[in-house]
């Protein structure tokens, strides 16, 4: 099992909330972050036909662009909930101003 170094900082690419094979959206565990031990909360957000297009690119299927605009409200809402737990600040970023980060 991977672990962080001591003293070194990490960029983590990932979700705070993921989408099942049945669309349901399961939430990261809070205790997943608290063992990363982030100093920040970083998402990047899209439009959702955008992120529809992209997605079904990706996976060769078709979404509902409802379920979709749901799971990035989730993936909004969640990691403004772990921000106050952790005490950290949060960071969104809009696609097109990704180049900023």
Same mark, same amino acid.
């Given at each position: 099992?991977? #672990?962080?170094?001591?003293?070194?900082?990490?960029?983590?690419?990932?979700?705070?909330?993921?989408?099942?094979?049945?669309?349901?959206?399961?939430?990261?565990?809070?205790?997943?972050?608290? &063992?990363?031990?982030?100093?920040?909360?970083?998402?990047?957000?899209?439009?959702?036909?955008?992120? &529809?297009?992209?997605?079904?690119? !990706?996976?060769?299927?078709?979404?509902?662009?409802?379920?979709?605009?749901?799971?990035? #409200?989730?993936?909004?809402?969640?990691?403004?909930?772990?921000?106050?737990?952790? &005490?950290?600040?949060?960071?969104?970023? !809009?696609?097109?101003?990704?180049?900023?980060?």
């Amino acid at each position: 099992m991977w #672990s962080p170094s001591k003293g070194k900082e990490y960029l983590l690419d990932g979700h705070y909330c993921l989408l099942g094979t049945d669309n349901s959206v399961s939430k990261i565990p809070l205790e997943t972050f608290k &063992k990363i031990n982030p100093f920040s909360l970083n998402i990047i957000v899209d439009d959702v036909t955008a992120i &529809k297009e992209m997605i079904e690119k !990706r996976d060769k299927k078709q979404y509902d662009w409802n379920l979709l605009s749901k799971f990035q #409200s989730q993936k909004l809402a969640y990691p403004n909930k772990k921000s106050i737990i952790l &005490k950290i600040p949060i960071n969104i970023w !809009r696609t097109e101003n990704i180049l900023q980060l």
